[in-house]
């Protein structure tokens, strides 16, 4: 495991990462719009009274921070997606892969690879990638409605359906990418309990 410990790193990055993100950047940006989660946060996205609801707030909040001086929520959630969610995406994808190989990796003692194994190991680099363009194209939506320059008009109201969709697909595929990666990682505790050979009797 010595020779992996890059990788391990990246895994380490990428979960500080998202809780930065998710206690400290999202609830400093939920509290400029009364309390209302950000769409990344949500498996399911709002529906169309809820994006309403959440357009309303970005806009108040908007003519608010235009009045003071300050940076609004809308701004401030650009800038996440600009910034810290535009580095996560591809350092998560890229730990589930690893964590993913890394299960299958024994050079001090080589077994056979299952077929059902390499095929997990597959799946979890579509699913992973999957989860990558779900929420690139995600962040791209959400900033496209809740933008500041969006929020000088109308909710784009056909998006909202799509935005779910898309996060709902982010959330799904990286779940599943982890029961895999998990699934993988018992197999490789049993096969080493298995290939280890039982002490002898004193």
């Given at each position: 495991?010595?020779?992996?410990?890059?990788?391990?790193?990246?895994?380490?990055?990428?979960?500080?990462?998202?809780?930065?993100?998710?206690?400290?950047?999202?609830?400093?940006?939920?509290?400029?719009?009364?309390g209302m989660k950000i769409?990344?946060?949500?498996?399911?996205?709002?529906?169309?009274?809820?994006?309403?609801?959440?357009?309303?707030?970005?806009?108040?909040?908007?003519?608010?921070?235009?009045?003071?001086?300050?940076?609004?929520?809308?701004?401030?959630?650009?800038?996440?997606?600009?910034?810290?969610?535009?580095?996560?995406?591809?350092?998560?994808?890229?730990?589930?892969?690893?964590?993913?190989?890394?299960?299958?990796?024994?050079?001090?003692?080589?077994?056979?690879?299952?077929?059902?194994?390499?095929?997990?190991?597959?799946?979890?680099?579509?699913?992973?990638?999957?989860y990558l363009a779900c929420?690139?194209?995600?962040?791209?939506?959400?900033?496209?409605?809740?933008?500041?320059?969006?929020?000088?008009?109308?909710?784009?109201?056909q998006f909202v359906f799509?935005?779910?969709?898309?996060?709902?697909?982010?959330?799904?595929?990286?779940?599943?990418?982890?029961?895999?990666?998990?699934?993988?990682?018992?197999?490789?505790?049993?096969?080493?309990?298995?290939?280890?050979?039982?002490?002898?009797?004193?």
């Open positions: 495991m010595k020779r992996l410990w890059p990788g391990w790193l990246l895994c380490v990055l990428a979960a500080g990462l998202l809780a930065y993100m998710g206690c400290v950047k999202a609830p400093a940006i939920s509290l400029l719009i009364g769409p990344d946060l949500l498996p399911f996205g709002y529906d169309l009274d809820g994006a309403r609801s959440l357009f309303a707030a970005f806009a108040s909040d908007l003519a608010d921070a235009q009045a003071e001086g300050r940076q609004s929520a809308s701004e401030a959630y650009l800038a996440l997606h600009a910034g810290y969610d535009l580095v996560f995406p591809p350092l998560f994808t890229i730990s589930l892969g690893f964590c993913a190989f890394a299960a299958l990796f024994r050079p001090e003692k080589p077994i056979e690879t299952p077929r059902l194994a390499a095929v997990g190991f597959g799946l979890v680099l579509a699913l992973a990638f999957t929420d690139f194209i995600e962040n791209a939506v959400a900033d496209s409605m809740f933008g500041p320059k969006a929020l000088g008009l109308a909710l784009n109201e799509v935005l779910r969709v898309l996060t709902a697909g982010k959330y799904t595929t990286s779940i599943l990418a982890l029961a895999l990666v998990a699934a993988l990682w018992v197999w490789r505790l049993v096969s080493v309990r298995r290939a280890t050979p039982p002490a002898a009797p004193t």
